[in-house]
């Protein structure tokens, strides 16, 4: 996750050379009054979460005496800040304050270039009590201007023995803020002391993104900015969108409001501008996106189909809604088969609408309605020509038809022959932990039905000798042909002979020993046998 | 007139030999943009689709001004990591705008591009833009994604469009294609939060664009771009009616909504407060993407 917490950034800090209070991590009341035993005297107690305003919430707390500090961290380990409960609390001395400022470098957009805010006058709630905030341009490259900074300490009221302590600071703190590459980076309050200390006090740094593949030292495992601790769902998302680099997948979970739950819609947009819009589309018609996911940039049909499943493993959903910027430029036929694909293995039973606007629509659109034609769920496919409202409408209409029915997350189904050891497979890899294997129900492949599997392998299959089909090329080329194999799949239903499955085993979603398929192409065992079949 | 780009330009695709690069020169020269050069270190003298690829920025611009000219424009299609030494090299190679493709440049990369681009009085679009299209001239980038397409959804005309979307600049596009309405320039400013050109730039170059008579915005929320259109619009420095919408009514503040610019940070880069501002401005905002069309060709007949 790009944002750190507290005891993180100061740990930073520390390093940085700005000096931070004496101060102890503790996940259970007893490692908390432990701290508060090492540090000795008066303690302040505070929850690790992302928020703002933890004194406002309770989140703070001080105490005198060890017991009186594992008494307040019992407290304080209790709460949860939205659904999240806290699961550590820092435990500090309690410095004796003299000045308090606040110090933030932010990322100022219009300068193109990094920007300090300083105010003389920090402490929480400086937003709104309006202090007086002065700007600091930054040069990207020489940094915080110093003599700026030094005229504004002598200017202020400051004690003039702490200025030449504060300056350094505040340059040590505004290095750092390059040197981890920050979004933003904020001290406050920074404090003088009593004892004529300057110290951070408290802190909030945010890494870039997309600069946290340089910073494998930070320990961040989800380089993304979201409100909250990423869950389950979402790592299980992240770790499919690193492992397979064939467009984005963006996936994060939005908390219905509680008077929302009948109207809470599973969402899947296309285009990061197109998702937005399409979510404030479907908002409008009353619903309440229960996630945000966005994959585009030409993505794979297996990481479509991943997509479709994370959002299908959320409960309560009353409906799927997918919709893009209604004009893409990628080939949409891609998704179609990943959605289809998703949908029959769960056996939809709760209404889909999806907008599939662009490049080869209307093989998309027939696609997708074609193929789950069989389900008793309605899935509807919509083209460029039709609005966002119109699709939202549409939905409406449809969830409302199926009796706002909540939506339960299932086992995906696996053909019988998948793990036979009279079909055939062979593995597909995408990178990471995800990959899967091909299989095809060689039993049942009359040579009508080889022609049928070959005609829609893509070049990947051939018929052999015998009238079986078989790799037409190497297995490892074949490895990365799985958007060709998911639509040989679907095509193959549509023909009304499902004899070929890609089974692609979703780490965190389906039980590991999905036929012990992953075990085997864990080995790299591709168990098709180019030459003949038994 | 378009801005930005039209099929005078002379246009050199860094990264050309890669994947993206080799696909998205043929759109760029099946659509009519002049593609004069392309560039990967250690493949010089290779040629991608006729077009001849030089190892350095330096070797493509000479080898240009030997000819009488130089390289207008540079597009960059190098892995996000690279963006940033590519960049700079075109820069200092007197290269006068890029484009930079990639998604995923770090921030602190994309500030030092920009600080190299004012020390050389280059401007660069993008990170993480789609492109540039001047419908009826030619494309920077890959709007479109085939030229048929392209050709087929975007007409000529008179109204531009800025938008922090790459698949809504398509869409923005082709909607008013349908309600009749023709463009001059397609501009995807690009979804970062650190830009080269932005809403801003892009809306006073349209401004003093005489084929531009009205401006067509798809804004985000985040950052400050639409809010800075709005003081601009305000002071009369933009006077072309703008029609916008602002996507991410439902989103949240501190959740990232795919775009690294699209983030709400504190009380900063709402949707409310954009929607405000540009009405308060004079802009038209609708509420309803689908009112966009409408609402340009209400517009543009008064």
Request: hydrophobic fraction near 45%; charge should be negative.
């Amino acid at each position: 996750m790009a944002r750190l917490h507290e005891h993180h950034g100061k740990s930073l800090l520390a390093r940085a050379g700005v000096a931070i209070p004496k101060g102890h991590v503790a996940r259970t009341p007893a490692e908390a009054a432990h701290a508060a035993r090492d540090i000795g005297g008066r303690v302040v107690l505070k929850i690790q979460a992302w928020t703002t305003g933890r004194a406002a919430m309770g989140g703070v707390a001080f105490a005198d005496t060890p017991d009186a500090a594992e008494a307040a961290a019992r407290k304080l380990l209790g709460m949860k800040v939205g659904a999240f409960p806290v699961e550590q609390v820092l435990v500090e001395e309690a410095v004796k304050i003299r000045d308090e400022l606040f110090v933030s470098i932010t990322i100022d957009d219009a300068a193109r270039a990094p920007v300090m805010l300083l105010s003389l006058e920090g402490g929480s709630g400086i937003e709104e009590r309006g202090a007086d905030v002065h700007r600091l341009p930054m040069d990207v490259r020489a940094g915080l201007d110093s003599a700026a900074l030094r005229r504004l300490l002598a200017e202020s009221k400051i004690d003039k023995s702490m200025h030449e302590k504060l300056a350094d600071a505040i340059e040590r703190i505004a290095k750092l803020a390059k040197q981890v590459e920050a979004r933003s980076l904020e001290v406050n309050p920074l404090v003088t002391t009593e004892d004529g200390r300057v110290i951070a006090a408290d802190c909030r740094i945010a890494i870039d993104d997309y600069a946290v593949f340089r910073h494998p030292d930070l320990g961040i495992d989800i380089a993304r900015e979201l409100d909250h601790p990423p869950t389950d769902l979402e790592r299980t998302a992240y770790r499919i969108e690193q492992a397979d680099h064939r467009g984005t997948f963006y996936f994060a979970q939005l908390p219905v409001p509680d008077d929302a739950h009948d109207r809470a819609v599973g969402f899947h947009g296309a285009g990061g501008g197109g998702s937005m819009m399409s979510m404030d589309a479907v908002g409008r018609a009353g619903f309440a996106p229960a996630n945000f996911t966005d994959t585009s940039g030409n993505p794979s049909a297996a990481k479509v189909y991943a997509a479709a499943r994370i959002i299908l493993a959320q409960p309560g959903i009353v409906g799927y809604f997918g919709s893009g910027s209604g004009v893409a430029s990628q080939e949409q036929y891609h998704s179609a088969y990943g959605l289809a694909k998703a949908f029959l293995e769960l056996g939809l039973d709760i209404p889909a609408v999806v907008r599939l606007g662009g490049n080869s629509e209307d093989r998309a659109v027939e696609i997708l309605e074609d193929a789950c034609r069989g389900l008793k769920a309605s899935v509807k496919g919509f083209k460029k020509d039709d609005p966002p409202e119109k699709c939202a409408e549409a939905f409406a209409q449809l969830v409302k038809q199926n009796g706002a029915k909540a939506w339960k997350p299932r086992e995906r189904r696996v053909p019988a022959f998948v793990g036979d050891t009279d079909a055939d497979s062979f593995a597909i890899r995408f990178g990471g932990d995800w990959g899967g294997s091909v299989w095809i129900d060689v039993e049942r492949c009359t040579p009508e039905i080889t022609d049928l599997v070959v005609k829609h392998s893509g070049g990947v299959l051939k018929k052999d000798e015998q009238g079986f089909p078989t790799l037409a090329i190497s297995k490892e080329e074949a490895a990365s042909r799985d958007s060709e194999m998911i639509a040989c799949e679907i095509e193959c239903i549509r023909a009304g002979h499902p004899v070929v499955f890609v089974d692609l085993p979703i780490t965190g979603l389906d039980s590991e020993a999905s036929h012990g398929i992953a075990a085997a192409i864990e080995g790299g065992a591709a168990t098709v046998n180019p030459e003949g079949h038994g | 007139m378009a801005i930005l780009i039209d099929k005078s330009k002379r246009v050199l695709v860094q990264g050309i030999t890669g994947r993206e690069g080799r696909a998205r020169t043929r759109l760029m020269r099946d659509y009519g943009t002049n593609v004069v050069a392309g560039c990967t270190p250690g493949k010089g003298g290779e040629d991608v689709e006729g077009v001849p690829v030089f190892n350095t920025v330096a070797d493509a611009q000479r080898s240009a001004q030997e000819s009488g000219a130089v390289v207008d424009i540079s597009v960059i299609f190098v892995p996000a990591r690279l963006v940033k030494d590519a960049a700079i090299e075109a820069i200092e190679a007197g290269v006068k705008l890029l484009l930079l493709v990639p998604d995923r440049v770090p921030m602190w990369d994309a500030m030092e591009i920009a600080a190299a681009a004012k020390d050389h009085g280059a401007a660069f679009i993008g990170p993480n833009t789609l492109g540039v299209l001047s419908p009826g001239e030619a494309v920077i980038g890959m709007i479109g994604g085939r030229a048929e397409s392209a050709r087929e959804w975007f007409k000529p005309g008179d109204v531009g469009v800025i938008s922090r979307s790459g698949g809504m600049t398509s869409s923005c596009g082709y909607y008013l294609g349908r309600a009749g309405v023709g463009l001059s320039t397609l501009v995807h400013v690009g979804g970062d939060a650190v830009l080269g050109l932005r809403i801003p730039d892009v809306a006073l170059m349209f401004e003093n664009d005489p084929q531009t008579r009205a401006i067509v915005l798809f804004g985000e929320i985040g950052g400050s771009q639409e809010e800075d259109l709005a003081r601009l619009i305000a002071e009369k420095k933009v006077t072309k009616p703008v029609i916008a919408y602002i996507g991410g009514k439902a989103a949240r503040e501190g959740t990232r909504f795919s775009h690294a610019g699209a983030i709400i940070e504190g009380a900063r880069g709402t949707h409310e407060g954009k929607v405000k501002a540009l009405r308060e401005a004079g802009a038209t905002v609708v509420d309803g993407f689908g009112e966009l069309p409408e609402a340009a060709v209400g517009v543009l007949s008064r």
